[in-house]
T-cell receptor
Framework: AQTVTQSQPEMSVQEAETVTLSCTYD???????LFWYKQPPSRQMILVIR??????QNATENRFSVNFQKAAKSFSLKISDSQLGDAAMYFC????????????FGKGTSLLVTP | NAGVTQTPKFRVLKTGQSMTLLCAQD?????MYWYRQDPGMGLRLIHY???????AKGEVPDGYNVSRLKKQNFLLGLESAAPSQTSVYFC??????????FGQGTRLTVV
């Protein structure tokens, strides 16, 4: 089974600054997807960004970008120009092409944004 | 378009009671999933289904049963609730490699 590790239980960033959340994963597969999800206090799971393993180009979505290092099995999320609304739990997730395409989540990083 | 709807949103059970959580999706997705979320543990897969009439165990299936009698519904059952099953439960659905859509979650407390 694949494991997803988020080594930072909590992170803090000042408004307008940049923060990077770390994620590593373990797999023997060559074809898979990686995701970052945001979970605000409302509990809603919000997709932030996704990366297909066969694509070398790092995904970007507005202020959110990833640094995907396939050989190192690393998938970090960079949030630029942080906003108060970015405060939330962030989960890294791995999606295998097996096991019904189920998502395998890390334990999460709680992001605090200070004015 | 409702997406994925979970019923109920909140529930308090006494130890030993049984209940069923309902997940309904209106996107004609083949794949459906039940996760539980506990503090500091992320979301863990309980059971999943790859189509109507099929179910499979995930990472933490003990104490739960599921059924997928209709394509749009995925039921999660607790036959004899235990305090260890206090958690937030999420349902999700997807087309195979497509995006997963999540329900709003069910907060279950077993006392």
């Amino acid at each position: 089974a694949q494991t997803v590790t988020q080594s930072q239980p909590e992170m803090s960033v000042q408004e307008a600054e940049t923060v990077t959340l770390s994620c590593t994963y373990d797999t023997s597969e060559s074809d898979y997807y990686l995701f970052w999800y945001k979970q605000p206090p409302s509990r809603q799971m919000i997709l932030v960004i996704r990366q297909e393993a066969y694509k070398q180009q790092n995904a970007t979505e507005n202020r959110f970008s990833v640094n995907f290092q396939k050989a190192a099995k690393s998938f970090s999320l960079k949030i630029s120009d942080s906003q108060l609304g970015d405060a939330a739990m962030y989960f890294c997730a791995y999606r295998s092409m097996n096991s019904g395409y189920a998502l395998n989540f890390g334990k999460g990083t709680s992001l605090l944004v200070t004015p | 378009n409702a997406g994925v709807t979970q019923t109920p949103k909140f529930r308090v059970l006494k130890t030993g009671q049984s209940m069923t959580l309902l997940c309904a999706q209106d996107m004609n997705h083949e794949y459906m999933y039940w996760y539980r979320q506990d503090p500091g543990m992320g979301l863990r897969l309980i059971h999943y289904s790859v189509g109507e009439g099929t179910t499979a165990k995930g990472e933490v299936p003990d104490g739960y049963n599921v059924s997928r009698l209709k394509k749009q519904n995925f039921l999660l059952g607790l036959e004899s609730a235990a305090p260890s099953q206090t958690s937030v439960y999420f349902c999700a659905s997807s087309w195979n490699r497509g995006l997963a859509f999540f329900g709003q979650g069910t907060r279950l407390t077993v006392v």
